[in-house]
């Protein structure tokens, strides 16, 4: 079993920053790049931003000069630093992980539960 855990969504007001955390648990034996995406009511869920293992990254165009990923390999874990926070940013956000379980295994996708940001005056 592997499961990804969601932390630190809540209600800001605009131009906040918020820190988002996701840590992957159970029998892993790599993970690959690992992201956040997100959805709005009402519209499709999209990327916001990705990061290699290695840590290499790429962003939203809307978010880029914003919002920060960054992973930590020895916890399993990847954050998201989300600054000047606006109204449009307001989503269920959803981690997801690259893995591979053993050795001898194919890695698949896994995703988190979400968590809410709300951005709002």
């Known amino acids: 079993q592997v499961q990804l855990v969601e932390s630190g969504g809540g209600l800001v007001q605009p131009g906040d920053s918020l820190r988002v955390s996701c840590a992957a648990s159970?029998?892993?034996?790599?993970?690959?790049?690992m992201g956040w995406y997100r959805q709005a009511p009402g519209k499709q869920r999209e990327l916001v931003a990705a990061i290699t293992r290695g840590g290499s990254t790429n962003y939203k165009d809307s978010v880029k000069g914003r919002f920060t990923i960054s992973r930590d390999n020895a916890k399993n874990t990847v954050y998201l630093l989300m600054n000047s926070l606006k109204a449009e940013d307001t989503a269920v956000y959803y981690c997801?992980?690259?893995?591979?379980?053993?050795?001898?295994?194919?890695?698949?996708?896994?995703w988190g539960q979400g968590t809410q940001v709300t951005v709002s005056s």
């Open positions: 997801n992980a690259d893995i591979r379980r053993f050795s001898g295994s194919t890695s698949r996708d896994y």
């Open positions: 159970g029998s892993i034996f790599m993970i690959y790049t």
